[in-house]
């Protein structure tokens, strides 16, 4: 059973320039959250989606972007990078809550290293 | 505010215990997390307890909740080389929300 996978692995882009990252959630999850983790740091909320809307938003600016498919993947957009957005970003899935059951945190992925130049 | 605390670094003798502390400040929190980063990976959740108990046994973990100092700590028992990683103290409203984390603490086991 695969988890959370993320492509691609690694990118390297120029300032100004826009990105895009890709995220398939754990078979059976349906909502997706987004993070990014600065070096050194610990991973800060960007979004989360759920039924393909946004359902929550951390303290990020209007150039992140998001979109869920119904199919559960989700993508992170970034337009006109800065080299402060160099990081490793990081989505996690989770479940259903089954019957009033809580699930217990997310499954991350191994993360896209975005390194801005 | 949200905010959750580690100190940077830890440095223990293999077989020794690890404790590693934290602190956080918003006690809305009913889910808190320990969660373990190899390098070169992404998260791996260790363990959880929720905010009303005190503590919480997991095999060589053990985490304990102080809700009035709002302190959390993970102990790892027989720490071995396999133990080395960045752990991190995490703190969440529900079960899916946004999950706040700190900074991290660096293990490193030696010989």
């Known amino acids: 059973d695969a988890g959370v996978t993320q492509s691609p692995t690694h990118l390297i882009k120029t300032r100004g320039q826009q990105v895009t990252l890709r995220c398939s959630p754990k078979?059976?999850?349906?909502?997706v959250s987004w993070y990014q983790q600065a070096l050194g740091q610990g991973p800060q909320f960007i979004f989360q989606y759920y039924e393909e809307e946004e359902r929550q938003r951390g303290n990020f600016p209007d150039r992140f972007s998001g979109h869920q498919f119904p199919n559960y993947s989700s993508e992170l957009n970034v337009n006109a990078l800065l080299l402060g957005d160099s990081a490793l970003y990081l989505c996690?899935?989770?479940?259903?809550?089954?019957?009033?059951?809580?699930?217990?945190?997310?499954?991350f992925g191994s993360g896209t290293r975005l390194t801005v130049v | 505010g949200e905010d959750v605390e580690q100190s940077l670094f830890l440095s223990v003798r293999e077989g020794d215990s690890s404790v590693i502390n934290c602190t956080y400040t918003?006690?809305?929190?009913?889910?808190l997390y320990w969660y373990k980063q190899e390098p070169g990976a992404g998260l791996q959740l260790l363990t959880y307890?929720?905010?009303?108990?005190d503590m919480k046994q997991d095999q060589r973990l053990t985490v304990l909740l102080n809700k009035k100092d709002k302190h959390l700590s993970l102990r790892i028992a027989d720490t071995q080389t396999g133990d080395s990683a960045i752990y991190f103290c995490?703190?969440?409203?529900?079960?899916?929300?946004?999950?706040?984390f700190g900074s991290g603490t660096r293990l490193s086991i030696r010989p």
């Open positions: 078979s059976g999850h349906d909502t």
């Open positions: 995490a703190g969440g409203y529900s079960s899916a929300s946004k999950i706040i």
């Open positions: 996690a899935s989770t479940p259903p809550t089954v019957d009033g059951q809580p699930n217990y945190g997310y499954t």
């Open positions: 918003d006690s809305s929190s009913t889910y």
């Open positions: 307890i929720f905010s009303n108990m």
